[in-house]
């Protein structure tokens, strides 16, 4: 099966950047099957992802990695390529609602995750049972709301002994606390129940019925030390209306961020996502 080396750019824009990237990855005997590419006229910046078939280039992504170096420097870029034969290993955190960690459960073992869930982590001991039936291991860290400090130490300990590239929390109920945001900048990624930023917090469709909405959502974003306030990575609605109860809003919603979840997250394994500054940029 056909493997790909992925190059992500982001750089000051200037003239000529795409005709050395592309006359480097030329040079190097590489077939390009995908290329996407953003100016920010606003910022200035430049955001670029490349994919290139591997077998079209005669060197290892190590040494294709240290090729590139003089390219990067010459365009003051922050940069990474990587060999999308290396899973990305994912941990799911969840609470009591179950419907987004079944959902990527189910797509994972389908298939449809390019990726390694090497563990579940919970506040409650519900969702046990379902996640070792995937043969996932599960751990139950209960959050101590007198000593939070203590819990999330061995929530952190718990992710750095799964070596987690990427951490999903799929409808988890807890505010992750700073040196945690800290330390997983840009690798925690959260489904908000509402279309951000309306109804930040907790209870966001009860929000919502009381204001008389005719749209919900849900948003897709990074998880930052401010509350549901990190950079957007996908959002999507679903129209309702006055006979609509706040349970109807809850059933409806569940369907957008399971479908909102699942390809942020897809999105995000596939480096289709750059940050810049509190917004992405996303090649999907
Ligand atoms: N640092 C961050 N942590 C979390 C974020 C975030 O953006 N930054 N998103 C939330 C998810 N979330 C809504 O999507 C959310 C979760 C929890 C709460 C909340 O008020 N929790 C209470 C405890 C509630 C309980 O015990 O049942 C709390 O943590 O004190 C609001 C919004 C996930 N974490």
């Not at 290892?60 to 922050?78: C, H």
């Not at 819990?151 to 109920?173: P, W």
């Given at each position: 099966m056909s493997h790909y080396y992925r190059l992500v750019v982001s750089c000051p824009d200037r003239v000529g950047i795409v005709a050395r990237v592309s006359s480097f990855i030329a040079k190097q005997g590489g077939s390009i099957t995908e290329a996407s590419?953003?100016?920010?006229?606003?910022?200035?910046?430049?955001?670029?992802?490349?994919?290139?078939?591997?077998?079209?280039?005669?060197?290892?992504?190590?040494?294709?990695?240290?090729?590139?170096?003089?390219?990067?420097?010459?365009?003051?870029?922050?940069?990474?390529l990587v060999d999308t034969q290396q899973r990305r290993r994912v941990v799911l955190m969840v609470s009591r609602e179950s419907h987004c960690l079944?959902?990527?459960?189910?797509?994972?073992?389908?298939?449809?995750?390019?990726?390694?869930?090497?563990?579940?982590?919970?506040?409650?001991?519900?969702?046990?049972?379902?996640?070792?039936?995937?043969?996932?291991?599960?751990?139950?860290?209960?959050?101590d709301p007198d000593n939070k400090q203590v819990?999330?130490?061995?929530?952190?300990?718990?992710?750095?002994?799964?070596?987690?590239?990427?951490?999903?929390?799929?409808?988890?109920?807890?505010?992750?606390?700073?040196?945690?945001?800290?330390l997983y900048a840009g690798r925690v990624i959260n489904i908000h129940h509402s279309f951000l930023p309306s109804f930040a917090g907790a209870k966001p469709y009860h929000q919502a019925y009381q204001r008389g909405v005719k749209l919900i959502g849900a948003t897709c974003h990074y998880v930052t030390e401010e509350l549901d306030a990190g950079p957007i990575i996908e959002q999507d609605i679903h129209r309702v209306s006055h006979c609509h109860t706040p349970t109807d809003l809850v059933r409806f919603g569940r369907d957008v961020e399971k479908a909102v979840l699942a390809r942020g997250l897809r999105w995000h394994l596939e480096d289709r996502v750059l940050v810049h500054g509190n917004k992405t940029v996303v090649f999907s």
């Open positions: 590419q953003h100016s920010d006229l606003e910022t200035g910046c430049f955001f670029m992802r490349y994919e290139i078939l591997a077998d079209s280039v005669g060197m290892s992504v190590e040494a294709l990695r240290a090729a590139f170096e003089p390219v990067a420097i010459e365009f003051d870029m922050q940069w990474s079944v959902d990527l459960l189910y797509r994972w073992q389908a298939g449809e995750l390019d990726c390694d869930i090497v563990g579940v982590i919970s506040n409650h001991d519900d969702m046990r049972s379902l996640t070792e039936w995937y043969g996932i291991p599960y751990h139950y860290v209960p959050v819990s999330f130490a061995k929530v952190q300990a718990e992710i750095d002994s799964a070596r987690a590239d990427c951490v999903v929390l799929a409808r988890y109920m807890q505010i992750l606390p700073p040196d945690l945001c800290a």
